[in-house]
């Protein structure tokens, strides 16, 4: 989130009257005071929608109190604005300032349709003798409308005293009434949000250094059980509702040190060191679960599409109707997709089952015949956990705990989740709906079976389960020899200590069709047409072709990016277009994209931007300001200057990141979320230290303590670094 956003709003919109909203909350972060890292949860009344709580945008004001020989002037010199509310039908507005002091008001200019006006008017008050230092100054901007009521487009409060003893020159954010759009109550319903505001301040890499040397020193050493390593203080005090944040955070360090693999098999030593029961192991969310799955994530997203993509997409064109459980049949349903009158459960349930195992076949044929294709990180990891849990558990009885460890994980928190809600592993850009959502489900507990390796089957409550349970035992043997191959590699840990990239500079993350348009230098034509372009974009290269099979393609090297942000919709009349911003060789060269196929689809262009932003992010060339115009009729179209060269009037958002798995590394923001966990508990942490070495001193002194490794210098640094 950027340093000049600061409140969100929350919007119900009703399915049947697209675009009508049914009320809206809004989140005003300053207001509601949120404290480091805390997680609000409650129900909340919806709002009526109020146009004049919708502000935003800031407003560029000098102000100053002048003494002249007979009188004294408050003089408000009103700038420009920028980011304005859209309030016209073409995404524009016609905004006027008006600046109200001690009963008198005056205004400025009307500015035609812009968001980005600029007056540079001086207004000034006579202020009387012996005025109250308290008298407010308000400015409000205001949207100016030929027919019917003005729309409040923001204001801003100063009082007197403030001016009489210093200029005031600035930015100033603009704020709704406060009287606007209370609460009515639970007429419109509530919505329970539950809402976290992290703020971080990165700063330079050189200040993390010490703690990436600690954090790095606890995984180069033999792992021991008990050993009080940076890396096993972070876990005894790290909070179960923080351990996924830290877990993405840590494997992504680890990743740029080119230690992953180190690092999981130090957590994975110490979670099977302390587990006595094979059945219960990696169950819980510890800290080398969270680890291993996302480092799946983040390491195997490539091959996870590259696995089921097809079969999922196939599930979702196919929309079959699919039921196994008694109490859940609908018959009526089924009816309409047959060509028969009327279908028995029995028959249902028969043919739910042919076309469930025809899924699974795919599934597991795809699954099993891809061992060549699943990243060398993600089975060398798997191999170093297989030799882990075998020389833990080594009675007969255990035999199948080391494929269960590795099954655990690639099935049950990587492959099934992923079947489950295609959406969150983006290999759907949309959620199921819920005929196909309840099919997804059921292949999903399906191959949660094949991951235990049938274990319990037969022991849950859903019986009805048991039509699948010959085909889940005849893909038991095909998952362990998978398995075997999958680890029957040759690369052995720590042979690599290189830095590890997120993605292969070659893969390409996002692929389809865009209507663009490229600006012709300064002698534009008059009409904008956009032509129609398969793009590709990788984080080398944003290419383009006139279709997928064209063999001549056109690149925009990733590196040259400079800008990526959204247009004004009167640019060109469209609703949905963004726009990437080019340098070559000194001179800016934009291009124009719509993400639009001519029909309504800010998903789409949503998804463009992020995927673009994250290929971008690392560019050092990236600009703090753009134009979200065009340049046309000599002018540029949202500020309506006349120099082609003037610098943007609107700011940039480069920095675009979700806090998951597809976010690019960033070494400086990850390190500072693991010093922020280890600050908030540097209290627990001295406990736990003290309570370790107390533990050594009562069974035999201080001496034992310290040669017992219980009180080295590395963890007195630790505490230093904090």
């Not at 009434?177 to 700063?203: C, F, M, S, T, Y």
């Not at 606890?218 to 096993?232: G, M």
């Not at 944040?245 to 992953?260: A, C, E, M, T």
């Not at 911003?581 to 463009?608: A, D, I, Y």
Request: aromatic share 10%; net charge neutral; charged share 25%.
């Amino acid at each position: 989130m950027k340093p000049f956003m600061h409140q969100g709003a929350v919007f119900g919109v009703g399915e049947k009257n697209t675009g009508r909203s049914i009320g809206q909350i809004q989140c005003n972060y300053e207001r509601e005071k949120f404290t480091e890292d805390e997680m609000k949860q409650n129900w909340i009344n919806l709002s009526a929608v109020d146009p004049n709580k919708e502000v935003q945008g800031e407003i560029s004001l000098e102000l100053q109190v002048v003494e002249e020989a007979h009188q004294r002037l408050l003089c408000c010199h009103v700038l420009e604005a920028r980011d304005l509310a859209p309030r016209d039908l073409s995404g524009t507005s016609d905004p006027f300032a008006r600046v109200l002091f001690n009963g008198q008001i005056l205004e400025t200019a009307i500015i035609k349709k812009t968001r980005f006006p600029r007056w540079e008017e001086m207004l000034e008050f006579v202020l009387e003798e012996g005025a109250d230092s308290e008298t407010p100054l308000v400015v409000e901007v205001w949207d100016w409308d030929m027919v019917g009521k003005n729309d409040f487009l923001g204001q801003v409060k100063f009082c007197l005293g403030s001016m009489q003893k210093t200029i005031l020159k600035d930015w100033f954010r603009l704020l709704p009434l406060p009287n606007a759009g209370e609460d009515a109550g639970d007429k419109l319903g509530q919505l329970r949000l539950q809402v976290r505001l992290a703020e971080d301040r990165i700063l330079p890499s050189s200040y993390y250094q010490p703690l990436i040397d600690l954090l790095v020193e606890s995984v180069l050493c033999p792992p021991e059980a008990d050993d009080l390593t940076p890396l096993a203080l972070l876990e005894e005090v790290c909070l179960v509702e923080s351990r996924q944040d830290v877990s993405i955070k840590l494997v992504k360090i680890f990743l740029g040190q080119g230690l992953v693999i180190p690092f999981l098999d130090y957590l994975n030593f110490r979670e099977i060191s302390r587990t006595m029961d094979p059945n219960t192991l990696f169950r819980s969310n510890s800290l080398a679960s969270k680890s291993t799955e996302q480092f799946m994530k983040i390491v195997g997203m490539p091959y996870l599409h590259e696995v089921l993509k097809v079969i999922v997409h196939r599930i979702f064109e196919e929309k079959k109707y699919v039921e196994l459980d008694p109490c859940k049949i609908e018959p009526s349903r089924a009816k309409r997709i047959s060509f028969k009158a009327s279908l028995s459960e029995a028959q249902i349930r028969e043919g739910s089952l042919e076309v469930l195992k025809g899924y699974l076949g795919q599934i597991v044929d795809a699954i099993v015949g891809s061992t060549e294709s699943c990243p060398s990180l993600m089975r060398v990891a798997f191999k170093q956990l297989y030799k882990r849990v075998e020389q833990r558990f080594k009675e007969e009885e255990h035999q199948e705990a080391k494929y269960i460890a590795i099954s655990g994980f690639l099935f049950l928190r990587f492959f099934a989740p992923a079947i489950l809600t295609p959406k969150l592993f983006s290999l759907r850009d949309h959620h199921a709906d819920t005929q196909t959502s309840r099919t997804l489900l059921l292949l999903a507990k399906a191959v949660q079976s094949i991951g235990n390796l049938g274990l319990q089957l037969g022991h849950g409550k859903e019986q009805w389960m048991e039509p699948l349970h010959p085909f889940i035992f005849a893909s038991i043997g095909r998952v362990q020899e998978f398995l075997d191959r999958l680890i029957d590699v040759d690369t052995e840990m720590g042979d690599e200590k290189q830095p590890w990239t997120l993605f292969h500079s070659s893969d390409i993350i996002k692929e389809g069709y865009l209507q663009k348009r490229k600006a012709e230098g300064v002698h534009l034509v008059s009409r904008f047409t956009f032509k129609k372009r398969y793009f590709w974009l990788s984080h080398e290269s944003f290419s383009y072709s006139k279709s997928p099979e064209w063999q001549v393609r056109t690149s925009i090297p990733i590196q040259r990016i400079c800008a990526v942000e959204r247009v004004d919709e009167n640019a060109f009349q469209q609703p949905h277009v963004m726009q990437i911003t080019t340098r070559e060789t000194g001179v800016g060269c934009e291009l124009h994209l719509s993400c639009t196929f001519f029909w309504q689809n800010v998903n789409e262009l949503n998804q463009w931007l992020s995927a673009i932003r994250k290929a971008t992010i690392a560019n050092e060339c990236m600009l703090p300001f753009c134009h979200p115009g065009a340049f046309r009729g000599n002018r540029w179209t949202c500020c309506l200057q006349t120099d082609r060269a003037v610098r943007g009037c609107s700011r940039t958002h480069s920095a675009v990141t979700l806090g998951d798995w597809s976010d690019p590394l960033d070494p400086d923001a990850e390190a500072q979320m693991v010093y922020k966990q280890l600050l908030l508990h540097k209290g627990k942490l001295r406990f736990v230290q003290g309570k370790r070495i107390g533990r050594s001193c009562l069974a035999g002194g201080v001496g034992n303590a310290i040669q017992a490794g219980l009180y080295p210098k590395k963890k007195r640094r630790m505490l230093l670094v904090l």
